[in-house]
């Protein structure tokens, strides 16, 4: 929905004082708004590091709930990012930037009012508003005094980067004139497609923390591969080292070196079969041994990191890694406007940021340096708001013609042959198939917290309803859009939820013992108190049966009270037939869940004139957390 004129004045007002968008950003009597003035952000030192993360392949402008539950434990318990809604706005008051309730930039850093919000302000982030903002962001830095970072999620999380493999998001991501990547959900491809994709990247993709398999090494095959596609893959053989650990970029005649951190924990996430002659860690000695060797022979004025470690982990490392400046971080979404600033052992700060997802922020730091030492830094965190900032004509004409390619037969959906290729789409424009209509969301459908959303009850309610299962479960993964009750379902948000490279549905039988060992599992990786120890994403999403979790009990001891969407309790003894999706270590044998959910949705609509309408979200009951200020407004219940 687009601001009228005097709707758009009062909004630019209101941000302004706020003090979020620059000050440039205010009513301005009778005269024209001036969208640079709106982002008038002149730089405050010398050098210019720009930062997006976790895009996800959304190229369009999107609607992006943020989440009303995301809850931490041990020293990460009420410290950002695990403060949530009016919370959070008293916590950035207290640090300097005040963000009024009502104001566009409450609607993008957090979930107060999101339907009403998201009708006034409108939609965010889009390739074609990105590059205008970035561009002029660097423009106001100056010819060559900035660097443009991304944290990885770039490649993969929509239908069009599927059919792909993740070749449009290479080919987006150098139209924006992007500098530096480091991956994640880069790694859903088969490696192969990974150096291909690298070797068309016309920025520079780095990694410390990733190493060559030694078998690897043992024949030609994989030497071959890597000369296939310009030598990447082979960085430094002797240490193992497939790609760069960090670079060196002199800007504005000063000296600043980036450190590249991949998620760490890749083979929890993707099937290992994709990537078998490389392997992944945290590798913080690694780290403290690569930033040594810069600071002592790279003569830099400051060292950072583009890590996909998550906020809590990077929160952890800078604590514990000497003479790193700053981590831009990724992976667990979280849109912070201020940085958390960590003591390092050596008595320096680090300036630790995430800059949230799906692009609807930029994260912009300005380095002051002096005579080669760093004396400052100023960061702000901006909300793309595609109703202001106007589309780039080259950008846009890139995404027109996306819509115009074709499906064909040497597109692969699936690992499993039978679905590898769809030969119902084949010669159906991708345009054609995004923008299929399948139901009106009766609800608003969103993702984002740490327990069920309503877009993961579509999925476990399509799963039951294809496997005539007792329970489906879903996993609690932070990537999909979000949709409005009473917007439109197409295709192409489906697969905003679902286009995975492992889509393949299953169905099998699990006792209630073996179900309460599971959850309990996935309960360990989220609220384990040791963020190292963690392997990001979320509480497995489960449908048909509800529960009651206590974040703060140890493993085997957080999960009770299962019970049956009837209320029968679950059997301990008894065997439920149980559906799923997304199989990491095995390949499953129905269909794609992106069909799944879009037949579900289809049939829903024939029942319900045109509407999909949840009866019940599966929310499970959280015990001790009442007072957290991770936790607000949760529908479920509090113990």
Same mark, same amino acid.
């Given at each position: ?541 489960? $449908? ?9 009990? !140890? %493993?085997? #001891?957080?999960? &009770? @009270?299962?019970? *049956?969407? =009837? ?42 004139? $045109? ?9 499970? !009951? %959280?015990? #001790?957390?009442? &007072? @957290?200020?991770? *936790?607000? =407004? ?6």
């Amino acid at each position: 929905m687009s601001l009228n004129r005097r709707e758009f004045l009062h909004v630019m007002a209101v941000a302004a004082a706020a003090g979020m968008l620059p000050a440039g950003a205010r009513a301005m009597g009778d005269k024209p708004m001036d969208w640079k003035k709106v982002y008038d952000t002149p730089m405050k030192g010398n050098v210019r590091l720009i930062h997006t993360t976790d895009n996800h392949a959304q190229l369009k402008p999107i609607f992006f709930r943020e989440p009303n539950v995301n809850l931490g434990v041990g020293p990460a318990h009420g410290q950002r990012p695990h403060i949530v809604g009016k919370n959070l706005l008293k916590d950035l008051a207290a640090n300097g930037v005040e963000i009024k309730e009502g104001s566009p930039e409450a609607y993008a850093f957090t979930y107060l009012d999101f339907e009403n919000a998201a009708k006034k302000y409108g939609k965010v982030g889009g390739f074609a508003h990105l590059k205008t903002l970035i561009d002029n962001l660097r423009a106001q830095a100056g010819a060559g005094n900035s660097i443009y970072m991304d944290g990885g999620d770039l490649w993969h999380g929509s239908g069009t980067a599927l059919f792909t493999r993740g070749m449009v998001m290479v080919e987006a991501s150098n139209l924006l004139g992007l500098d530096i990547l480091t991956g994640h959900w880069e790694f859903t491809y088969q490696q192969e497609e990974v150096l291909r994709n690298i070797n068309a990247f016309k920025g520079e993709y780095i990694s410390n923390n990733t190493r060559l398999r030694e078998d690897a090494l043992f024949g030609d095959e994989y030497r071959e591969m890597c000369d296939r596609h310009g030598g990447h893959g082979m960085y430094d053989e002797d240490n193992l080292l497939p790609f760069k650990p960090y670079t060196i970029k002199t800007i504005n005649g000063q000296r600043i070196a980036v450190v590249g951190q991949t998620f760490p924990r890749l083979s929890n996430a993707n099937p290992i079969a994709n990537f078998p002659d490389w392997s992944f860690g945290l590798r913080e000695e690694e780290m403290q041994a690569t930033v040594n060797h810069i600071r002592e022979n790279e003569n830099v004025a400051a060292v950072v990191v583009i890590s996909h470690n998550g906020m809590d982990v990077d929160i952890k490392m800078a604590g514990r890694i000497s003479g790193v400046d700053a981590i831009f971080g990724g992976h667990t979404h979280d849109g912070m406007p201020v940085p958390t600033k960590v003591k390092r052992p050596d008595g320096g700060t680090c300036y630790v940021t995430n800059a949230g997802s799906n692009g609807k922020f930029v994260g912009v730091m300005d380095l002051d340096i002096q005579e080669g030492k760093l004396k400052g830094v100023n960061y702000k965190l901006l909300p793309v708001f595609a109703n202001v900032l106007p589309a780039d004509p080259a950008m846009s004409q890139f995404l027109d013609e996306l819509c115009v390619r074709k499906y064909d037969q040497n597109i692969i959906e699936a690992r499993n042959p039978k679905y590898r290729n769809n030969p119902a789409r084949i010669g159906k424009t991708f345009g054609e198939i995004m923008s299929e209509e399948l139901a009106i969301a009766g609800d608003t459908l969103y993702r984002r917290g740490n327990f069920m959303g309503t877009w993961d009850q579509i999925l476990v309610n399509a799963l039951r309803e294809e496997h005539n299962a007792d329970i489906a479960m879903s996993a609690g993964v932070r990537w999909g859009t979000s949709v409005i009750a009473g917007e439109m379902i197409t295709m192409e948000r489906v697969m905003d939820q679902t286009s995975l490279t492992y889509g393949e549905t299953y169905v099998t039988e699990y006792t209630g013992a073996q179900l309460k060992d599971i959850f309990e599992g996935i309960a360990e990786n989220l609220f384990v108190v040791d963020p190292y120890l963690q392997s990001g994403g979320d509480m497995a999403r489960i $449908g048909g049966l509800d529960y009651t979790i206590d974040p703060n009990e !140890t %493993l085997g #001891n957080r999960i &009770t @009270d299962m019970k *049956l969407d =009837d209320g029968t309790p679950v059997d301990m003894k008894k065997t439920y037939r149980v559906a799923g999706w997304a199989q990491v270590d095995q390949v499953g044998e129905g269909r794609l869940m992106w069909d799944v959910a879009a037949d579900y949705l289809r049939r829903q609509a024939k029942k319900n004139n $045109g509407v999909v309408k949840l009866s019940k979200v599966n929310r499970p !009951t %959280l015990k #001790n957390v009442s &007072t @957290d200020p991770g *936790l607000a =407004d949760y529908a479920g219940k509090v113990i």
